[in-house]
Nanobody, 134 residues
Framework: QVQLVESGGGSVQSGGSLRLSCAASGDTASTYSMAWFRQIPGKEREGVAA???????SYSDSVKGRFTISRDKAKDTASLQMNSLRPEDTAMYYC????????????????????????????WGQGTQVTVSS
């Protein structure tokens, strides 16, 4: 079992920044990739950013260029740096960990991270709220 605890959420004005952190404990050696998802009431959980065991990263189009995911394996932590925040980024943000590598697609000699979804992740944190006001 792996336990995940998020922190760093809060309220910020449009254009501001926040940094979310996720601390993992338990059988962390069994984890391969980690990701951040977000969800607003009445909607499905949306993948925001993911980082695989080899450091490869993947972002949703809505946050590309504004958010940065990172991972410190030695400290069993993952972070999400969120810049240029917009009101539409308002949501509950969840940290997730998987026990397998992210899906990959082979193209021109390289395996690129392909589509990843909530079902690819086994462990979840309780979430941290991010609110961006205009």
């Amino acid at each position: 079992q792996v336990q995940l605890v998020e922190s760093g959420g809060g309220s910020v004005q449009s254009g501001g920044s926040l940094r979310l952190s996720c601390a993992a404990s338990g059988d962390t050696a069994s984890t391969y990739s980690m990701a951040w998802f977000r969800q607003i009431p009445g909607k499905e959980r949306e993948g925001v950013a993911a980082i695989d065991y080899d450091g490869s990263v993947s972002y949703s189009d809505s946050v590309k260029g504004r958010f940065t995911i990172s991972r410190d394996k030695a400290k069993d932590t993952a972070s999400l740096q969120m810049n240029s925040l917009r009101p539409e980024d308002t949501a509950m943000y969840y940290c997730a960990a998987s026990t397998s590598p992210l899906p990959r697609t082979y193209n021109a000699g390289y395996y690129y991270i392909s589509t990843w979804v909530a079902a690819d992740f086994k462990y979840w944190g309780q979430g941290t709220q991010v609110t961006v006001s205009s």
